[in-house]
C-alpha cells in the first residue's frame, strides 16, 4: 500500500519551541531526509479558536488551512502533498488508498490538531468522500523495526469499561453491543460497570445472547478499585477493550473511573484515577490488537508529557483510538455507534481466514483496518444534525495511534484452561512480565553462559504463554 510518512517533532532555538518536520515515506517515492521547521504552534488563535466558543463558522477550515500552509511552505513537502492532487479513479474502479501518517516525537509535536489538515480550495483530507487519505498517528519508537506479534483465537474476545461517572452507562453499551450481532464468529464479552443500569442492561443481553447462540457471552462484575481492574481485564485475554469514562490532561493525562460507591455517593468524579504507568500492564497482552478510549482527552498531551494513547502504541498495543479534546458524552456515543460497525466488517475477513480449516500463520493484519473504521465514524460526526465540518469541531477530536510494526496475528486458542481461577492467571500473568524484562537483559550479550540463560527463559516463557492460552 502507498502512503506517506511525516515525522514530526520539536526544535528549541534558544528563545522558543516550534515544529518541525522530515519526510521518511513519500507514497513510494524517495525522500531527502532533510529537516524542514514549522512555521506554527498549537498556540496560534487558530489553533487556540478551536476550543472557544462557535463564533467562527470556518473557524476548522482555517485552521486546517494553516497548519497545511506551514508544511507545505517547504518545497519538497509541496511535492509530497502533490501526490494527493491525483484525479479520482474513473468510474466503476475502487479509488486507491493512500493513507497519512503522522509519526509523533514530542509531546508539542502531538498537540495539534493534524486530524484537520485543509487542501487549498478543496477540503479536509481526512473526509475525503472516496476514503483515499485517511489520516493516523504513529508513536515515535527507538528500537528498530520487527514484527508485531499477537494471538487470534476462533472468535472475538472484548472486555468493555463502562464507568464515567454521572453518565449513562447503559446508554454506551447500547450504541456498541447490537453492532457485533453481525460478527461472523464466537463472540466472549467481559462487562465492568460502575452503576446498576448498565449491568442490568449487559446481563438482559447475556441471557438473549445465550439463548439464540451458546458461542455467545456476557460476564458482568462492578469495577473494583484500578489495580482489579486491570487485572482482570488482563484475566480477560481480550482482543479488544473498550473504556468509557472521563479523562482529564492538566497535570499528567489520566483516566477517571467511578466505582459503584461513587455512583452511589453520587460524586461527580470518580474515586480511580489511572495514568499511563497504570495501563502499560495491558500492552504486554499476546491477545490485545485494539484499545479504545470513548472519553474526554485521552489522546491529548499534558505538559511536557505524550498522551496515554501514544504511550499504549509505544508500549506495544497495535492500535488505540481516543478523543483529542473533551467530547459531549452524545458524541463519544454516536462515534462508538459507527465505528464498531465499520470495524466488525472487517474484522470478519480476518476470522474467516482464523477460521479455515489449515489457516496461515502468522495471518497478515492491515495496520489500515483501523483507520478506514474510524475515518467512517468521523464523517458520521462531521454531519451530525446537519454540521457543517468546516465549522464544527466535534469530527476533528477522534485520533487512531497504529503501532509502526506491522501486526501479525498468529492462530491460537485463547480460551483459558479450565484449572485455571483468575487469581492463577493473575499470578502466571506476572511472572511472565517478569521474566520478559529479564529476558531483555541477556538479548546484547554474547558470552555463552549469557546466551544458555535466555534460552532457558525462552523456553520458560513459551510454555507459560501456552499455559495461559489453555493449550
Known sequence: MSRGVLF??????????????????????????????????????????????????????????????????????????????????????????????LRMGTPDSEDLPWEILWETHKTFMVLDSQGRWPIARLASMPKPPEPLHKNIGTGLRLAVVLAAADENGAK???????????????????????????????????????????????????????????????????????IFCHGVADVRPELELETRSDRLAEKKQGSIRLKSEDLLALASLDSLWLVVLNCCQAAKTAPQLHS???????????????????????????????????????????FSIRNMKSPPDPIPFQEIVWVQAVHEARRKLSSFRERQPDGSVEWTYPVVYINRDRLHLHPRELKAAAILTVPQRLELMAKLDLLRSLRDTFRLATDPEAEKEGARMDLEIHQIEAQLAGG
Open 8 to 101: 514530526i517533532s520539536t526544535m528549541d532555538d534558544g528563545t522558543k519551541r516550534f515544529p518541525t518536520c522530515v519526510i521518511e515515506e513519500a507514497f513510494g517515492k524517495q525522500t531527502t531526509g532533510e529537516t524542514f521547521p514549522i512555521k506554527c504552534t498549537s498556540a496560534d488563535p487558530e489553533f487556540l479558536n478551536l476550543k472557544g466558543p462557535a463564533a467562527n463558522s470556518k473557524r476548522v477550515q482555517q485552521a486546517g488551512q494553516k497548519l497545511y500552509d506551514a508544511l507545505v511552505a517547504h518545497k519538497d513537502v509541496e511535492k509530497f502533498f502533490a501526490h494527493t492532487d491525483v484525479l479520482p479513479p474513473s468510474e466503476g474502479q475502487r479509488p486507491s488508498v493512500c493513507p497519512l501518517y
Open 172 to 242: 454506551e453499551w447500547g450504541s456498541i453491543s447490537d453492532k457485533f450481532a453481525n460478527l461472523k464468529a464466537s463472540l466472549d464479552v467481559l462487562g465492568l460497570v460502575s452503576e446498576d443500569d448498565a449491568k442490568d442492561a449487559m446481563t438482559e443481553d447475556a441471557i438473549a445472547w445465550q439463548a439464540a447462540d451458546p458461542a455467545r457471552k456476557v460476564e458482568v462484575n462492578y469495577v473494583g478499585d484500578g489495580n482489579s481492574l486491570i487485572n482482570r481485564l488482563r484475566a480477560q485475554i481480550p482482543n479488544i477493550i473498550h
Open 308 to 350: 496515554l494513547a501514544r504511550d499504549l502504541v509505544a508500549a506495544g498495543v497495535p492500535a488505540v483510538v481516543a478523543m483529542r479534546e473533551s467530547i459531549q458524552v452524545d458524541d463519544a456515543h454516536l462515534f462508538a455507534e459507527h465505528f464498531y460497525p465499520a470495524l466488525v466488517a472487517q474484522l470478519n475477513s480476518i
